[in-house]
């Protein structure tokens, strides 16, 4: 990816004694002072080390809020030389300021999806695929429409196929309970969240394909390749700096796996209908990589953060009984003639609720960036910041969906917090689809394209695994990719 070659900002900024005339900025209060933004760029290699090792990432963030007192301030973000040129961003880590995110008229997104750095176009093909596409850009609306049309000529196998492919995971966990005592949630997961997703999106069967069972492998490593500069995987520091935080790796070594996965999607593509022919021309020559793109970010979004609606299930435990899910749940479909149905999961208010906190305290894709496209003003809470034309713009998202300013008892999981008028108003600082839960993706908007679709599959694994359980127990740890889950318990149902 092309850098811009920004300088460093100066330790020595002054505050402006007057707003700038030519800041058309967000709507700025006047009764908040115009300060600069704090720097905290010491050197980028020793920011690497406190994001990934000495300190972690939410301390990382945590201590610079208390030395520069500000939720607003400069630092070098991972992964820095030689990956990335610039690693200097302004961080935003209020639940205010954070939103100018997701606002394309302030900020460009080319080439922003994994930060300071892009992956190789290699691993997709040769194709930037729609991830790393500004709205601006002819394709991003094109590929967009086109996973709109997936996702809306699918919706009839949506349920059907959740419910055979989960069905084949919880037994598969039943019989590693019963020879094992304990079975692996992620890896039975891994499996069924990739057969749901090709028998519902793609009408394939892999396991009737050349993919056969390996499409999670493939998943996982082509995430590696994608994702290594940003993540942690437990090789001793120094042999992890050097290898996936200093270099890239090589697009070569996983070549193999996404020319199978390929095959396996065009094989879909193939005998699915086009709509036009500027469609079709696109089809052939780009949306193959896009959709392996986003069916690949896609399983790994179900990898890490389904498995976290279970880790965020250990307070759950302890705040809401299982039995008052299972009685909802099997209350609702049982009016509905006993079948799973939208009409049923609509009568599931705790139900919802419960994905939407999940998806608040444990947001799936938690780094946002953006390029300021002009001078603007930026407002916290407490202060207002200029923020000059081309400055890269960051944002935690979790510590923007948990601003004690925002959110009552934030760090505090309340299953019940969406329920009810009060509750749903509060939808619009539920942030994970990168925009409010509140509105919808758009062929003009960053928003997740299938952002309705992950959270009915959220809340289809809360009504299938109530259906089915009275109640289970969970060991949780971590992993490079996301939780580590393991079962030790599992109650079938008693009523």
């Not at 639940?95 to 997104?109: A, I, N, Y």
């Not at 302890?318 to 939208?342: D, F, W, Y």
């Not at 780094?367 to 081309?390: C, N, P, T, W």
Request: charged content about 25%; hydrophobic content about 35%.
């Amino acid at each position: 990816m092309a850098s811009t070659s920004l300088p460093y900002p100066s330790l020595q900024l002054q505050t402006p004694t007057q707003r700038s005339s030519n800041l058309p900025s967000r709507p700025f209060s006047r009764r908040l002072s115009l300060r600069p933004v704090s720097a905290s760029v010491s050197g980028s290699p020793s920011d690497r080390l406190d994001y990934f090792y000495n300190q972690g990432r939410d301390e990382f963030f945590k201590s610079r809020i208390q030395k520069h007192r500000s939720t607003v301030y400069r630092v070098n973000m991972p992964p820095g030389p030689f990956i990335s040129h610039n690693p200097n961003v302004i961080v935003l880590l209020d639940g205010k300021s954070f939103p100018v995110l997701f606002d394309v008229t302030m900020v460009e997104k080319r080439d922003l999806f994994t930060g300071t750095y892009m992956s190789s176009v290699e691993l997709t093909g040769g194709y930037r695929v729609l991830s790393y596409l500004d709205p601006s850009e002819p394709n991003h609306g094109k590929l967009k429409k086109l996973m709109f049309f997936l996702l809306k000529s699918s919706r009839d196998r949506v349920i059907p196929e959740f419910h055979t492919s989960f069905t084949e995971l919880f037994e598969k966990l039943e019989s590693e309970l019963a020879s094992k005592g304990k079975g692996s949630f992620v890896e039975a997961n891994d499996q069924a969240a990739f057969n749901f997703l090709a028998r519902s999106l793609y009408g394939v069967n892999p396991a009737e394909t050349q993919l056969g069972q390996d499409g999670p492998k493939l998943v996982s490593k082509w995430v590696l390749f994608q994702l290594g500069p940003l993540l942690v995987i437990g090789l001793p520091k120094l042999v992890e700096e050097l290898l996936i935080h200093t270099f890239p790796l090589p697009p070569v070594l996983v070549k193999k796996g996404l020319s199978e996965t390929l095959r396996f999607l065009l094989q879909f593509i193939d005998h699915r209908p086009r709509r036009s022919r500027e469609n079709r021309s696109l089809t052939r020559r780009g949306l193959p990589q896009s959709l392996i793109r986003d069916l690949l970010q896609f399983l790994w979004g179900n990898e890490n953060s389904l498995p976290k609606h279970d880790q965020v299930d250990r307070e759950i435990r302890c705040q809401t009984p299982h039995t008052r899910l299972a009685e909802e749940i099997r209350t609702a479909v049982k009016s509905n003639g006993g079948k799973v149905t939208m009409a049923a999961m609509e009568q599931m208010p705790l139900t919802k609720s419960v994905v939407y906190e999940a998806l608040r305290i444990e947001p799936p894709v938690p780094l946002q960036y953006g390029r300021a496209k002009r001078d603007m003003v930026i407002e916290s809470h407490d202060s207002a910041f200029e923020v000059k034309e081309g400055e890269m713009l960051f944002g935690f998202q979790p510590f923007a969906t948990k601003d004690p300013k925002i959110f009552d008892r934030p760090e505090e999981f309340v299953p019940d917090r969406f329920v009810c008028e009060e509750g749903e108003s509060m939808l619009k600082h539920v942030l994970w689809s990168n925009g409010p839960e509140t509105e919808s993706p758009t062929v003009g908007n960053k928003q997740c394209a299938g952002k309705d679709f992950v959270v009915l599959v959220s809340r289809l694994l809360l009504v299938e695994l109530f259906l089915r359980y009275d109640s289970f127990e969970i060991e949780v740890g971590r992993s490079a990719l996301g939780a580590s889950v393991t079962v030790t318990s599992l109650k079938r149902a008693s009523f």
